[in-house]
């Protein structure tokens, strides 16, 4: 792992609608830039920050999958999200100063540093930028609370459902396929992450597939049939 220490053009980044405020002046779009000065590599496997390292930054992914996991006093890894190019973790180290999970490139990724101190002090000046923050927040306590939606009332294909199309619907707001997607992570890691073991994970895939719902070759994954993906994840709505 290494970090790069140049001047980061956010004005040029093409996430920057994505994980930047909207409404951001040129000169507060320059302030801005100032606190995001490292770059940050990190080969597939490694760890960007392991669960109680100090919390020092956000990180904003700018190329790249990750996924962030706790791990159980036995050794069992329960995977807790998954974030992609666009997205902000790191923020499980606000509450105490310290990291409460590993967050794992599940491919080469890199990711700008953003110094939580310095954005503390920017959103002080920023109103807008103080806003975004809170929204990221925010954005954190829905998807859990829509985990726990899943863990705790969904069936296993309505979990896999859901997962298929938030992924797709996420990948699609950063300018990909609407029905096409690579799968980055395993299916004893969507197991983990939606609360099923790996065989129903595989066993509901092939289903679907079956079931002429999708196509899927190892990691690829083409909906063939969305209405029908929606209709398993929100059947109350047909």
Excluded: W
Excluded at 66 to 81: A, H, L, M, N, P
Excluded at 116 to 127: C, G, K, V
Excluded at 130 to 138: A, C, I, T, Y
């Amino acid at each position: 792992m290494n970090s790069e220490t140049f001047k980061v053009a956010c004005s040029n980044c093409n996430l920057r609608e994505i994980c930047m405020p909207v409404g951001l002046n040129s000169e507060e779009l320059d302030k801005l830039e100032e606190i995001v000065e490292k770059r940050r590599r990190v080969k597939q496997g490694e760890l960007l920050f392991s669960s109680g390292d100090t919390f020092t930054s956000l990180y904003a992914i700018r190329t790249g999958f990750f996924k962030t996991c706790i791990s159980s006093e036995d050794g069992r890894e329960q995977v807790t999200g998954f974030q992609m190019a666009g997205e902000i973790i790191g923020m499980d180290g606000i509450v105490t100063d310290r990291h409460s999970c590993n967050a794992v490139a599940l491919e080469d990724a890199e990711v700008c540093m953003m110094p939580f101190a310095s954005i503390e002090d920017l959103s002080r000046e920023f109103p807008v930028l103080q806003r975004h923050v809170h929204k990221m927040m925010s954005r954190e306590i829905v998807r859990e609370n829509g985990v726990m939606m899943l863990l705790g009332n969904m069936r296993a294909e309505e979990r896999v459902a859901a997962f298929l199309l938030n992924l797709v619907q996420r990948l699609h707001a950063r300018g990909y396929s609407q029905t096409e997607l690579t799968l980055r992570m395993t299916r004893e890691e969507i197991g983990s992450y939606l609360g099923l073991k790996l065989e129903t994970v595989s066993r509901t895939f092939s289903k679907f597939s079956e079931d002429g719902i999708i196509e899927i070759k190892q990691r690829y994954v083409r909906i063939l049939d969305p209405e029908a993906l929606k209709k398993i994840f929100n059947p109350q709505t047909y």
